[in-house]
């Protein structure tokens, strides 16, 4: 009896065909766990949804899922639970088997919101930071190098965190960010009582086409002035606030308290009185303070 030999190219061929068709079933699997995985996110079943995302990293720890799958754990633990350990456990993990990802940046992110702004561990912060600097294609690059000179600042390293931010500016960073450069190098020098060299970066927001860095100018700046027993500019500055009710209220008190101030001053009997109670901002606008904390809000959504 003839045997028949296969042809080694329709062999070859068919093989080809077996593999494919089993990897699209094991890509259509894991994609419907990841789905499932984001559904129970979404409506708030996080213990399947670390459950399905975990099933789909052991499935395949080298596959197309399996970066996404450790970033939606990290972040399920750090923005929905609060554990702050199991999620740096899994951000730090991603960023250990996949340096070179998408996901791993958004790792070093938001380590780096949790050591700045929940542990208040500033060395680790800017370690992630540096980190996040060493991606060639880094999208928000400059957003970066401001958290990290404010971390510097936070860390009242004054003079490494204004080599930064005027680094910043030489770039030609533009937009809200350049306002909030400005503010930041305004605040190190008003820390430090250089009230003289806070004037010029306070005074570059007062035109500012974001309303809640140009109310922020307006309190630094008049505080500066005061601090500087430039009464007058004090007051001027205060005027330009907004007209609302609120806030012509708020002046007019302003304007009373300075005016003693200055009479002290003027007799040789200055006291030395509390910062004044600010009125909220306006709807729309970031609340006024004389010097905020930035805090980065890095949003997700569960589909990265």
Known sequence: ???????????????????????????????????????????????????????????????????RALLNIGNIYYLNLRKLKPAIDY?????EEFPDSAEAILAHKQLAEIYA????????????????????????????????????????????ARRELLGLQDSGVSGRLA????????????????????????????????PECRRRAIFSLAETYENLFEFDKAVQTIQMLEKTPEND???QSEIARLSAKRKGAETGGLMWDHAPVI?????????????????????LSPAI
């Not at 951000?91 to 960023?95: G, N, Q």
């Not at 909220?280 to 904390?293: C, L």
Request: hydrophobic share 35%.
């Open 1 to 67: 009896m003839t045997s028949r030999r296969c042809n080694p190219r329709l062999c070859a061929a068919g093989c080809l065909l077996v593999l494919g068709i089993m990897l699209t079933a094991c890509n259509t699997s894991s994609g419907q766990l990841m789905d499932k995985a984001e559904t129970n996110w979404r409506k708030g079943r996080y213990d399947e949804s670390i459950q399905s995302n975990q099933e789909l990293y052991n499935r395949e720890r080298r596959g197309r899922y399996a970066a």
């Open 91 to 95: 951000y730090e993990k991603l960023t």
């Open 117 to 160: 702004n929940e542990l208040v561990d500033l060395d680790q912060a800017i370690a992630q930071y540096d980190r996040m600097l060493e991606a060639k294609n880094l999208d928000d690059r400059q957003e970066i190098l401001f958290q990290r000179a404010d971390a510097y600042l936070k860390k009242e390293e004054f003079d490494h």
């Open 179 to 210: 306002d909030q450069v400005s503010l930041k190098i305004g605040d190190s020098y008003e820390i430090q009582k250089r009230f003289d060299e806070a004037v010029e970066p306070f005074q570059k927001v007062l035109k500012s086409s974001f």
């Open 249 to 251: 209220r708020f002046v």
């Open 279 to 299: 009125p909220a901002a306006p709807a729309k606008a970031a609340p006024a303070k004389r010097r905020p904390k930035k805090k980065t809000n890095i949003e």
